[in-house]
């Protein structure tokens, strides 16, 4: 059987509990004849098929979207004999995709992060539930790798007063997710230059995504209008993207996308949490 998870979460997700659980309810019963082989191969579109074909023409509702291809990924692994998700995706899509990843644990207190032995910190500092700069020093002095999100929190003179004070303090910082509230790549990337810290690309990712209404075609376009020839993109440290809002077919197209056309840029895969911060281990 397949099996997935809907979770709308609250500043994240655009729907509601109450939204989705009408939204599932108009789905029982339904069902939808599809290939395991295209729908394990996410290059090929047959992932998104056989959403549209069991959802109709209307549209779809993110964390809907995230749990339908879940399900669906789950019943096509199962069918072709695999034990897991990941192995059956990495060889129908012969992608570098590992079978199984260790889950991000929640960082909860700068106290235990060495007990958990978290390398790499994932911070909140931007807005309502953003770190206290206290609170942040503590966590550099164990010797955690820091990567910020700002969630387009500050304007650009506060997030070039912070970029100066987190140089001059000290303590290694991957990148900071969309530090600027206003501007485009080319704002992100004066930013960058001015101050030394790498930067990471979210909410311009699903805002295209979600302007483009998950039709991979135009997300495709708008990306390359994105990404100019010539340009330098070393200090962009990562593109993060969230299957759980983007959808796991969206994710790897772009996750393509990304490792051809922005060489050297990571990309990190993520899941969705409310509290001030997250961390795991390093990428391997």
């Known amino acids: 059987r397949g099996v997935g998870e809907v979770s709308p979460l609250k500043k994240l ?17 339904r069902s939808v004849a599809f290939s395991p082989t295209a729908v394990l191969d996410l290059r090929s579109g047959g992932l998104d098929a056989a959403v549209s074909r069991l959802v109709g023409p209307e549209s779809i509702m993110p964390s809907v979207r995230a749990g339908l291809e879940q399900a669906l990924l ?9 034990q897991g998700v990941g192995e059956a995706v990495a060889k129908a899509s012969g992608s570098g995709i590992v079978s199984a990843v260790e889950t991000n644990r ?17 911070v909140k500092l931007g807005g309502e539930g953003g770190m206290e700069a206290d609170e942040l020093r503590k ?6 790798v820091i990567r ?3 969630n387009r929190q500050w304007q650009a003179e506060e997030a070039k007063d ?17 530090p600027l509230g206003e501007g485009g790549i080319g704002d992100l990337l004066q930013w960058s230059a001015g101050c030394g810290l790498k930067f990471g690309l979210d909410e311009t990712i699903h805002d295209i995504v979600s302007e483009e209404r998950w039709d991979w075609n135009r997300v495709e376009a708008r990306l390359s209008g994105l990404v100019k020839a010539g340009v ?19 994710s ?33």
Not at 106 to 122: F, H, I, P, S, T
């Open 162 to 178: 912070w970029a100066a004070q987190a140089v001059a303090g000290g303590g290694t910082f991957e990148y900071i997710e969309e």
């Open 148 to 150: 910020g999100d700002a």
């Open 13 to 29: 997700h655009p729907e509601t509990q109450s939204a989705v659980a009408d939204a599932l309810s108009s789905l029982h019963g």
């Open 74 to 82: 789950m019943l096509a692994a199962d069918a072709r004999g695999f």
């Open 252 to 284: 790897f197209k772009i996750a393509q996308f990304v490792q051809r056309e922005m060489a050297g840029v990571e990309v990190v895969l993520t899941s969705s949490f409310e509290g001030g911060g997250g961390g795991g281990p390093p990428p391997g």
């Open 232 to 250: 330098d993109y070393s200090t962009c440290g990562a593109v993060v993207l969230k299957p759980g809002l983007l959808g796991y077919g969206m």
């Open 139 to 144: 966590l550099i002095s164990k010797g955690a």
């Open 106 to 122: 929640l960082w909860c207190d700068g106290d235990n992060v060495e007990e958990l032995g978290l390398d790499v910190v994932k």
